[in-house]
Antibody, heavy 116, light 106 residues
Framework: QVHLQESGPGLVKPSETLFLTCAVS?????????WGWIRQTPGSGLEWIGS???????YYNPSLQTRVSISLDKSKNQVSLKMTSVTAADTAVYYC?????????WGQGTLVTVSA | IVLTQSPATLSLSPGERATLSCRAS??????LAWYQQKSGQAPRLLIY???NRATGVPDRFSGSGSGTDFTLTISSLEPEDFAVYYC?????????FGGGTKVEIK
């Protein structure tokens, strides 16, 4: 069974850089699929952040692409998200998920709050 | 590609039929998926390829459509079906989601 688990700091100060990781079990990330990040602000809908292929090709939401980088860590079988210059508007639950045409496995999500 | 879901809220009783719409600003072929999200939970894949049920999804859920107009139908609402539903496309990058339809108990 494929399982995804996000982890991160929980609280980040404005203007700092956010790092999140998504540990994948039950599937090797380099065997296939895209792996992506999606976020959801409280009471709002889903916003796609970006996705990376098994070969490392990445696609990003145009509204975030200047601040975001997604990569695979093959040695740890995990997916990483780096977001620079965060603001309060980046406060959200961050999910990692497998796929692109459809997202068939999701992590439980991790809440990130941006506050001084 | 912008996905527009309607209605924003659907108020129905258990046992009733729910019809949710997702309209794309340009053709997404059949690369359209539907998700169910309950409060405090991650989204769950229901339908992929416009009409294929994901593993374990009850057959009261069905999807139809192609091109720009898609429908998710719940034939007879069960208490556990009251949730928010999202459509999603990846015919082209960037991947996009619709704004969601909340199915609430009337």
């Amino acid at each position: 069974q494929v399982h995804l688990q996000e982890s991160g700091p929980g609280l980040v100060k404005p203007s700092e850089t956010l790092f999140l990781t998504c540990a994948v079990s039950g599937y090797t990330v380099t065997n296939g699929y895209y792996w992506g990040w999606i976020r959801q602000t409280p009471g709002s809908g889903l916003e796609w952040i970006g996705s990376v292929s098994r070969g490392g090709a990445a696609y990003y939401n145009p509204s975030l692409q200047t601040r975001v980088s997604i990569s695979l860590d093959k040695s740890k079988n995990q997916v990483s998200l780096k977001m620079t210059s965060v603001t309060a508007a980046d406060t959200a639950v961050y999910y990692c998920a497998r796929g692109d045409r459809n997202l068939d496995y999701w992590g439980q999500g991790t809440l990130v709050t941006v506050s001084a | 590609i912008v996905l527009t879901q309607s209605p924003a809220t659907l108020s129905l009783s258990p046992g009733e039929r729910a019809t949710l719409s997702c309209r794309a600003s340009q053709s997404v072929s059949r690369y359209l998926a539907w998700y169910q999200q309950k409060s405090g939970q991650a989204p769950r894949l229901l339908i992929y390829g416009a009409s294929n049920r994901a593993t374990g999804v009850p057959d009261r859920f069905s999807g139809s459509g192609s091109g720009t107009d898609f429908t998710l139908t719940i034939s007879s609402l069960e208490p556990e079906d009251f949730a928010v539903y999202y459509c999603q496309q990846r015919n082209n990058w960037p991947l996009t989601f619709g704004g969601g339809t909340k199915v609430e108990i009337k």
